[in-house]
């Protein structure tokens, strides 16, 4: 059955650094999208980056662009999300998921979230 | 920053009927904003439902369904189960961006 794991979350400091990790498993990692998700607690679901099967395109929402960077290692089957210059408003738990195609359209299989709480 | 609004609560009675809907902020929903719907429970991660307005995945349980209704994508539960009582979001696509809605909290009481 198709399993992702989310790992990397924990406190950091604003302005610092930290990187996610997601392993997959259970499904052809490199022949699907893969995204991040995040949310606030308490608050809504809110899109952060997807990027495509074989890693040729990327997109942010405008809260992660210029901070984070999301890519992938396909030999690892392994979803990355890079995050600089940390904010307070960046505290969630942050969900990797499996587009239902190659690019970037739609959410069909979710891990369980990584918690990333940024404070002073 | 466009805004997709759902009711943010609901309540309903066990083997009743409800219908959750998402507007969009910029107009009326299409088949080109590509709704797709999510269940959450108290605790654990989002779990999809519907995608592309009516399509169901194979875990979807068959009394939910979706439409587009009135200028809004639609999420219609019909003979509630208490099982069903959660969080559902929307999820609508602009130029291929993918913007959540705030969420309906279902209660069946």
């Known amino acids: 059955q198709v399993q992702l794991v989310e790992s990397g979350g924990g406190v950091v400091q604003p302005g610092r650094s930290l990187r996610l990790s997601c392993v997959a498993s259970g499904f052809t990692f490199n022949n699907y999208g893969m995204h991040w998700v995040r949310q606030a607690p308490g608050k809504r679901l809110e899109w952060v980056a997807v990027i495509w099967s074989d890693g040729s395109n990327r997109y942010y929402a405008g809260s992660a662009q210029g901070r984070f960077s999301i890519s992938r290692d396909n030999s690892k089957n392994t979803l990355y999300m890079q995050m600089n210059s940390l904010r307070g408003e960046d505290t969630g738990l942050y969900y990797c998921?499996?587009?239902?195609?190659?690019?970037?359209?739609?959410?069909?299989?979710w891990g369980q979230g990584t918690l990333v709480t940024v404070s002073p | 920053q466009t805004v997709v609004t759902q009711e943010p609560s609901l309540t309903v009675s066990p083997g009743g009927t409800v219908t959750l809907t998402c507007a969009s902020g910029t107009g009326a929903v299409t088949s080109g904003h590509y709704p797709n719907w999510f269940q959450q429970k108290p605790g654990q991660a989002p779990r999809a439902l519907i995608y592309?307005?009516?399509n169901k995945d194979s875990w979807t349980p068959g009394r939910f369904s979706g439409s587009l209704l009135g200028g809004k994508a639609a999420l219609t539960l019909s003979g509630v189960q208490p099982e069903d009582e959660a969080e559902y979001y929307c999820l609508l696509y602009y130029n291929g961006a993918p913007v959540f809605g705030g969420g309906t909290k279902l209660t069946v009481l």
């Open positions: 592309s307005i009516s």
């Open positions: 998921a499996r587009a239902r195609n190659a690019y970037s359209y739609g959410f069909e299989y």
